[in-house]
């Protein structure tokens, strides 16, 4: 039962943040540097001059963004926009595509909008930056700021001390294995099977990131995909349920698969920490208790893409998700700050992003 007191307190958490937002934050940022890999939830611009589908440099995208339209897949704020005002940046990460310069040293963007663990995953959407792509990108990073720095070595001292978000993995599901007539995965794996190849990997994915300096590592796991709007439309939900439970069956398992390498990567290399965002407990927070009204259709587009120039909902805080898979920003509002500082002990594991910050 959604209580009054929980709805009061939610707002008094919500309120904090956004004065503490509003007011921006005093001093130094808590990490130096924050570098982001990761897909369309991360994206802010990096796919805006490539040939896709999966591009929305227009509005209504960015409509309650200071700047506008820019890329980010949202209304407004994505997820680690929210994280990086919360460590304290005033400004947001840069984008790989146009961040030039000394400003590379505080942190750049390399998420790409449909690209997955995979190679392929996304391809039916048109060109995206690969996982593996994102890595040579950084990789390129990593040596431009040898120069700046002068030295492999101070190099390499300095992103020791960043922090890093990876969040991919959702479009090996909905732009690959959900796709049984344009992808062959869903017939070559189970989904445990399927699940494990993609853990496996991901794995020698961060062990390259770790290969290139990165310590503070933040995992994104895998949100409700069985609850976006497209799924819906596409498979319809489950009987006595608002969701398609097959999918979110099969995400749980990569999730799973997730933990597990987090305690491994965490044995083995004992000088970094590496830590799990759970997007898939945080979003199975009844949102109907803090305001939201409508959780099953997109804010722009309902079920459908939102296409240029079409006009979203009125109120976009009563709504979950902005477009047919992408949350709203008063979503991301609620998942940063948990990712940030978590609110139940399953938000994060081992620990929150605040505190592997302060490592
Ligand atoms: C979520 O909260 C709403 C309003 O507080 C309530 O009516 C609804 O039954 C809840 N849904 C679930 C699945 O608990
Ligand atoms: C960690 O080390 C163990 C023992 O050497 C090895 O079996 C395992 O594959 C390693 N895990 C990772 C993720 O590197
Ligand atoms: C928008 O929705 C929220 C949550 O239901 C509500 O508190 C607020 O008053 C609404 N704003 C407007 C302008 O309707």
Wanted: proline share 4%.
């Amino acid at each position: 039962m959604a209580s009054t007191h929980q709805k009061i307190w939610w707002s008094t958490v919500l309120l904090f943040l956004l004065s503490n937002l509003q007011h921006g934050t005093l001093g130094d940022p808590q990490v130096s540097c924050y570098f982001i890999l990761g897909d369309s939830l991360s994206d802010s611009g990096n796919n805006n001059a490539l040939s896709t589908l999966a591009k929305v440099n227009y509005l209504p995208y960015g409509i309650d963004f200071p700047q506008g339209p820019t890329g980010r897949f949202c209304n407004g704020r994505t997820v680690v926009d929210v994280i990086a005002e919360l460590l304290g940046f005033n400004s947001f990460v840069p984008p790989f595509a146009t961040a030039e310069g000394e400003v590379i040293l505080k942190g750049v963007n390399y998420a790409s909008g449909g690209s997955g663990i995979r190679d392929e995953s996304g391809q039916n959407l048109g060109d995206r930056i690969s996982m593996n792509e994102q890595l040579e990108n950084y990789q390129t990073t990593v040596s431009q700021i040898n120069d700046i720095l002068g030295s492999d070595s101070a190099a390499a001292t300095h992103l020791n001390k960043c922090l890093f978000t990876v969040g991919i993995g959702s479009n090996d599901y909905i732009n690959n294995y959900l796709m049984p007539d344009l992808y062959p995965t869903s017939r070559l794996y189970t989904p445990d099977q399927y699940a494990e190849a993609l853990i496996e990997q991901y794995s020698q994915q961060l062990k390259t990131l770790y290969g290139y300096g990165a310590r503070k590592l933040a995992l994104f796991g895998l949100g409700l995909i069985g609850c976006a709007p497209t799924e819906l439309a596409s498979f319809g939900p489950s009987p006595g349920s608002n969701c398609v439970d097959t999918i979110n069956d099969a995400v749980r398992l990569f999730n799973t698969g997730l933990v597990s390498l987090i305690d491994d990567l965490n044995k083995n290399f004992s000088d970094a920490k590496f830590t799990y965002i759970n997007f898939y407990e945080i979003g199975s927070t009844n949102l109907t208790a803090f305001g939201f009204k409508v959780t099953n259709m997109g804010c722009c587009g309902g079920q459908n893409a939102c296409l240029r120039s079409s006009t979203p909902c009125q109120n976009r805080s009563e709504y979950a998700f902005w477009d047919q898979f992408h949350s709203t920003e008063a979503v991301n509002l609620i998942f940063g700050q948990r990712a940030y500082k978590s609110q139940t002990p399953s938000d994060a594991y081992p620990i929150d992003i605040s505190t592997l910050a302060q490592l």
